[in-house]
């Protein structure tokens, strides 16, 4: 405290690094202490280098009076601080060779979730990952020529954000257990459409993920004989940050090749703060064409299984009206269509929404999408309520 009786310390205006730097030379008790002091320290403990624990440090000052009760105690609250601390480190911004991870999954040999942020090994190389009881792996932003999931029986989930190469990013060898896959990246001007059946290889996922961070249409369109292995399992397919004002008549290939789909999620969002803003960086990175045209072989193709439709950030424009339409008319099973307003962002640029909010202009837009040929049932939510935020992102 200050002469002039201010109640915030100057050691907590310090920055995180010397402030971790002074909590590396306490003891892990007293470290873990620290974050009850204030918000400014909640989250320090967890971020610390090093790890020194000794059973000393957790006894009481009558230590001679324990009895094998008390010492079997707090043995088990030293063994479940320590849990508790290496459950909440989670570490980003490493810089190293690829060929020592497979070094680090051997050490750890009952990992279950592993993130790697910012990965930069100076020269873009070969991940090879195997490892037999890793459950969860989140690849983001990371430099990596290509990456090859080997040996991995027990990984249910997989994510990757932004990869660099577009030529065979990803290869996947033994993921018999592979449920949940979401793939995000932006597609800038130069890249070549990306081919699902060439990345998802031998995999039979239920639920698929895409994002497309508001710019170009990455991914290819195929022949639904390409992708038959692929899809047969796949029951959720949720198309994220889908660029606003595009024909959407594209994701018909997936219907096509995923008979058995149970629901499709979109979300159609120039999220502004995602995107280059600056003009000369766009007309040289980005492709003022967005969407990619596609035209489907059989007019006539009936989807048997689809049973739910929902659209985030839907508004009463004419591509979404008629996007909706012709899922019904292919979808002839369409048991529910759920119609999101705009995801509320308050950095993005405001634009006005024309999402239908009376009853009349809901009565509007089923007229134009519906025309007695379904008997799917509409609901409209004006307002994104905070539990719906995590079924826009699944998986």
């Given at each position: 405290m200050n002469r002039k009786g201010n109640p915030h310390d100057r050691l907590s205006k310090l920055p995180d690094d010397l402030l971790l730097n002074i909590l590396d030379r306490l003891h892990v008790r007293d470290a873990a202490r620290t974050s009850l002091l204030s918000r400014r320290w909640r989250n320090l403990p967890s971020m610390l280098s090093q790890l020194n624990i000794e059973f000393v440090h957790f006894m009481r000052d009558s230590a001679s009076k324990l009895t094998a009760d008390v010492l079997v105690q707090t043995n088990a609250s030293v063994v479940e601080a320590t849990k508790s601390i290496l459950e909440r480190r989670n570490p980003g911004n490493l810089r190293f060779d690829a060929s020592d991870i497979p070094n680090v999954l051997m050490t750890c040999k009952n990992l279950q979730y592993l993130r790697l942020f910012n990965f930069d090994s100076a020269i873009p190389s070969v991940l090879q990952l195997e490892h037999p009881q890793l459950n969860v792996l989140n690849?983001?932003?990371?430099?990596?020529?290509?990456?090859?999931?080997?040996?991995?029986?027990?990984?249910?989930?997989?994510?990757?954000?932004?990869?660099?190469?577009?030529?065979?990013?990803?290869?996947?060898?033994?993921?018999?257990?592979?449920?949940?896959?979401?793939?995000?990246?932006?597609?800038?001007?130069w890249h070549k459409l990306v081919k699902l059946c060439e990345i998802l290889g031998n995999t039979s996922v239920r639920d698929l993920g895409l994002d497309f961070r508001s710019e170009k249409i990455w991914v290819q369109p195929e022949l639904p004989q390409r992708l038959e292995s692929a899809f047969y399992k796949l029951r959720l397919v949720n198309?994220?940050?889908?660029?606003?004002?595009c024909d959407l008549t594209w994701t018909l290939f997936i219907l096509k090749a995923a008979p058995f789909l149970k629901e499709l999620r979109m979300t159609v969002w120039d999220h502004w703060c995602d995107m280059e803003k600056d003009e000369e960086r766009r007309a040289s990175l980005y492709s003022s064409k967005r969407s990619i045209e596609w035209e489907s072989s059989a007019q006539d193709f009936k989807h048997h299984n689809l049973a739910v439709l929902?659209?985030?950030?839907?508004?009463?424009?004419?591509?979404?009206?008629?996007?909706?339409?012709?899922?019904?008319?292919?979808?002839?099973?369409?048991?529910?269509?759920?119609?999101?307003?705009?995801?509320?962002?308050?950095?993005?640029?405001?634009?006005?929404?024309?999402?239908?909010?009376?009853?009349?202009?809901?009565?509007?837009?089923?007229?134009?999408?519906?025309?007695?040929?379904?008997?799917?049932?509409?609901?409209?939510?004006?307002?994104?309520?905070?539990?719906?935020?995590?079924?826009?992102?699944?998986?």
């Amino acid at each position: 405290m200050n002469r002039k009786g201010n109640p915030h310390d100057r050691l907590s205006k310090l920055p995180d690094d010397l402030l971790l730097n002074i909590l590396d030379r306490l003891h892990v008790r007293d470290a873990a202490r620290t974050s009850l002091l204030s918000r400014r320290w909640r989250n320090l403990p967890s971020m610390l280098s090093q790890l020194n624990i000794e059973f000393v440090h957790f006894m009481r000052d009558s230590a001679s009076k324990l009895t094998a009760d008390v010492l079997v105690q707090t043995n088990a609250s030293v063994v479940e601080a320590t849990k508790s601390i290496l459950e909440r480190r989670n570490p980003g911004n490493l810089r190293f060779d690829a060929s020592d991870i497979p070094n680090v999954l051997m050490t750890c040999k009952n990992l279950q979730y592993l993130r790697l942020f910012n990965f930069d090994s100076a020269i873009p190389s070969v991940l090879q990952l195997e490892h037999p009881q890793l459950n969860v792996l989140n690849i983001a932003k990371c430099r990596f020529e290509s990456i090859k999931l080997k040996f991995l029986p027990k990984l249910t989930q997989f994510v990757i954000e932004d990869w660099i190469s577009f030529q065979d990013p990803l290869s996947f060898g033994y993921v018999p257990s592979l449920e949940a896959m979401r793939l995000t990246n932006v597609g800038l001007k130069w890249h070549k459409l990306v081919k699902l059946c060439e990345i998802l290889g031998n995999t039979s996922v239920r639920d698929l993920g895409l994002d497309f961070r508001s710019e170009k249409i990455w991914v290819q369109p195929e022949l639904p004989q390409r992708l038959e292995s692929a899809f047969y399992k796949l029951r959720l397919v949720n198309l994220f940050r889908v660029p606003e004002g595009c024909d959407l008549t594209w994701t018909l290939f997936i219907l096509k090749a995923a008979p058995f789909l149970k629901e499709l999620r979109m979300t159609v969002w120039d999220h502004w703060c995602d995107m280059e803003k600056d003009e000369e960086r766009r007309a040289s990175l980005y492709s003022s064409k967005r969407s990619i045209e596609w035209e489907s072989s059989a007019q006539d193709f009936k989807h048997h299984n689809l049973a739910v439709l929902t659209i985030f950030c839907f508004q009463s424009e004419d591509y979404l009206v008629a996007f909706i339409k012709r899922i019904m008319e292919v979808a002839v099973n369409l048991e529910d269509v759920f119609l999101y307003n705009m995801m509320a962002c308050d950095m993005c640029l405001y634009n006005p929404s024309k999402f239908p909010r009376t009853k009349r202009q809901r009565c509007s837009v089923k007229n134009r999408i519906n025309q007695g040929g379904s008997f799917a049932i509409f609901q409209f939510f004006p307002t994104l309520k905070d539990d719906h935020f995590p079924i826009s992102r699944y998986p």
